[in-house]
């Protein structure tokens, strides 16, 4: 009886030391704070990007600025900015 006894308390201590194990860090939590959160970003394809800084930067034929404006103003990556600046150059004529 108190082997049987032994034997179910032994098995319930591991069971739970392997519960615990399994869930992950031994019960440690995560206390660092989360990334900032970056600032909503416009989309070219849902509204109109009618920027006269960048349009007066292709007049000048200062692509190169044109774009990195573009990409400062949208949060754009570098192909999609230059799609837009060329998308903006192409309507100018």
């Given at each position: 009886?108190?082997?049987?006894?032994?034997?179910?308390?032994?098995?319930?201590?591991?069971?739970?030391?392997?519960?615990?194990?399994?869930?992950?860090?031994?019960?440690?939590?995560?206390?660092?704070?989360?990334?900032?959160?970056?600032?909503?970003?416009?989309?070219?394809?849902d509204?109109?990007?009618?920027?006269?800084?960048?349009?007066?930067?292709?007049?000048?034929?200062?692509?190169?600025?044109?774009?990195k404006?573009?990409?400062?103003?949208?949060?754009?990556?570098?192909?999609?900015?230059?799609?837009?600046?060329?998308?903006?150059?192409?309507?100018?004529?």
């Amino acid at each position: 009886m108190i082997g049987k006894l032994l034997f179910l308390a032994v098995g319930l201590l591991i069971g739970l030391l392997l519960a615990r194990f399994l869930r992950g860090g031994g019960g440690r939590r995560d206390l660092t704070a989360p990334p900032p959160a970056r600032p909503p970003l416009r989309r070219v394809g849902d509204e109109r990007i009618d920027d006269e800084a960048i349009r007066e930067l292709i007049r000048q034929n200062r692509k190169i600025d044109a774009i990195k404006l573009m990409r400062q103003k949208t949060g754009l990556g570098l192909a999609e900015a230059k799609d837009a600046v060329e998308a903006m150059e192409d309507a100018m004529r």
